[in-house]
Nanobody, 116 residues
């Protein structure tokens, strides 16, 4: 299983970024996909999740600003981030869990920096 994130960068507060996570080695449409982030000096936290059926859930801190979506034809999950704030700064990771083994798979992360 391989997860490859892209789309991070430096943006001013109020700006937008779209992160992508390309998955391989799994039957993508069967897996829930999750975005996590880790700010400097803080624990990794869940940002958004999308189930195999397309249901979504978000951390309270990003509701109304971030949108998670998936393209099963492209084996890719996206995170559209709008109205970015400096506190959104961190490394963003894509994750999925094999429901048969409970093994977690992680991408290498993509860095998001929001300047004030």
């Amino acid at each position: 299983v391989q997860l490859v994130e892209s789309g991070g960068g430096l943006v001013q507060a109020g700006g937008s970024l779209r992160l992508s996570c390309a998955a391989s080695g799994i039957i993508f449409r069967l897996y829930a996909m999750t975005w996590y982030r880790q700010a400097p000096g803080k624990q990794r936290e869940l940002v958004a999740v999308i189930t195999s059926g397309g249901s979504t859930n978000y951390a309270d801190s990003v509701k109304g600003r971030f949108t998670i979506s998936r393209d099963n034809a492209e084996n890719t999950v996206y995170l559209q981030m709008n109205s970015l704030k400096p506190e959104d700064t961190g490394d963003y990771y894509c994750n999925t869990r094999d429901w048969r083994t409970s093994r977690d798979y992680w991408g290498q992360g993509t860095q998001v920096t929001v300047s004030s």
